[in-house]
């Protein structure tokens, strides 16, 4: 903190309002770092937040099938750290209860935790207290929903929040108050895979119900389709995306069908409110909020208006989505407004554009995808930086030259093609700056200077990779040679 303050000082740079957490390392000094010994980072068995044998099993027998010690090594290293050191489990009023901080920063993003116990989800079958974990996650997301469903990350208890004077309806408990649709989606994306994986149905308690419930208001209202809704948000900041135009609401729109998101996955605020990946997104967890209370609750009224609200997004979309560009024919666009303005670009997290078929909003080899993937990893993208080190896609949230290891690794997630995998993959073992994690982000010419050198989400993801490589393409581990 206080080398950041002299380095504010000595430039003349005032930023108010900023968390020293959230923007640890942002304006770090590049410095040299020695090859890495490939001894293991991981924490001291007693030490770990959490033990799975089931992780420990894959972790053997992905890590024997990789031939580049450095690869193996960061697998070794990621794929377990969210329950090496982030996720806290207890038993609440006799039912599973997990807390997830993202790593650096001591709050639960219903983003984050979602995604970070994502890729142990097929372990569950065979490991009882991993299974109990993430039942666990779903839980204290339910609990998350019911105390404020516009909020985008919560404090485990009731306390207050470094963010108490943002000027928003801010309560004990809750750590941000930024309106997102993909923090309401993504606990429905965790609750629906982990009854399909598990066929367990103990978390679609009455609880569960009443959460989702205010899901469906929440996205119903946020289509301000009759007037703005209740929501409003300002932050006493300089740092321009940590606030909102037009006193808090948002730039104007036109109500069209599709929903506003007041902030993007990044937690920047919003050009213009119809966030496109975000509205992809809602479309297909309101689908599978549908299943769940059809086939487990059967709460049916809820099924149909949901499934209701699904295809008046999925026609908007339809309509406002997709522009024509210059070069690449027809791409979507990241942001809209129901006038006609759009915003073409991609930002760093998930929901992206680049992610959709990830997240199977899309089809991975639909036309329209695939133009948009030509504009957003070429030359045409503002917010594509290529440089000796690496090249992808970054974000205002870490302002220009910055690629997020995300980007790379979504792209090899999306991608049906093994030189650019392996290219990915390249890329990935080699920009860590010999730390052995993943970072938020990094310099494209120098990958030591970066953000955030303890960022789960994006480590457990790097794991996430490597074991689908290792299932569908397992000789991409076996290359020695990866200059």
């Not at 000789?475 to 990866?482: A, Q």
């Amino acid at each position: 903190m206080t080398a950041r303050r002299n380095f504010i000082k000595s430039t003349g740079i005032a930023i108010a309002g900023l968390a020293a957490s959230r923007y640890s390392n942002l304006f770090a000094l590049p410095f040299q770092f020695s090859p890495p010994d490939y001894t293991s980072l991981r924490p001291e068995i007693s030490k770990r937040n959490f033990n799975s044998m089931a992780v420990e099993e894959t972790i053997l027998r992905v890590k024997k099938e990789i031939s580049y010690p450095e690869l193996a090594w960061l697998f070794e290293n990621c794929f377990p750290n969210t329950l090496d050191t982030t996720v806290t489990y207890t038993e609440l009023d006799g039912k599973p209860d997990t807390f997830v901080i993202t790593g650096d920063i001591h709050a639960m993003w219903l983003r984050d935790s979602s995604a970070q116990v994502w890729p142990y989800l097929p372990l569950t079958k065979q490991d009882l207290p991993l299974r109990n974990l993430i039942a666990g996650v779903i839980n204290r997301q339910v609990k998350c929903i019911l105390l404020d469903p516009y909020a985008n990350a919560f404090l485990d208890g009731d306390e207050i929040s470094e963010w108490k004077s943002d000027i928003t309806d801010m309560k004990p408990g809750i750590h941000e108050r930024k309106w997102e649709i993909d923090s309401l989606c993504y606990p429905i994306r965790l609750a629906y895979g982990y009854w399909k994986t598990t066929g367990d149905t103990s978390v679609f308690d009455s609880k569960w119900s009443d959460a989702m419930e205010l899901v469906y208001t929440t996205f119903r209202v946020q289509q301000r389709k009759e007037n703005a809704g209740p929501y409003s948000f300002k932050r006493v900041t300089s740092w321009f995306t940590d606030n909102v135009p037009c006193n808090g609401m948002g730039n104007p729109m036109r109500p069209v069908g599709l929903i506003c998101s007041t902030f993007r996955p990044s937690d920047d605020a919003t050009m213009f409110p119809f966030l496109i990946p975000s509205n992809y997104f809602a479309v297909k967890s309101l689908r599978q909020l549908s299943e769940i209370c059809e086939n487990v609750t059967g709460n049916k009224a809820l099924a149909s208006k949901s499934r209701r609200l699904a295809d008046e997004v999925e026609q908007a979309l339809k309509q406002f989505a997709v522009y024509e560009h210059l070069n690449y024919g027809n791409i979507l666009a990241y942001e809209v407004d129901g006038f006609g303005n759009r915003l073409m670009m991609d930002d760093s997290n998930v929901p992206s554009l680049l992610s959709l078929p990830y997240l199977d909003c899309i089809d991975k080899n639909d036309a329209i995808y695939q133009n948009t993937r030509k504009f957003l990893l070429s030359n045409d993208h503002s917010w594509f930086f290529k440089g000796k080190a690496a090249s992808g896609i970054g974000s205002p949230h870490t302002l220009p030259d910055k690629i997020w290891p995300m980007t790379i690794i979504m792209q090899a997630l999306t991608s049906s093609n093994p030189v650019e995998i392996k290219e990915c993959l390249r890329m990935l073992k080699t920009t860590p700056a010999g730390k052995g994690f993943m970072h938020e982000s990094f310099n494209k010419d120098r990958p030591e200077d970066y953000t955030r050198s303890w960022f789960a989400w994006a480590n457990t993801l790097f794991g996430e990779l490597i074991i689908k490589v290792h299932t569908e393409d397992p000789e991409l581990l076996k290359i020695v040679d990866w200059q």
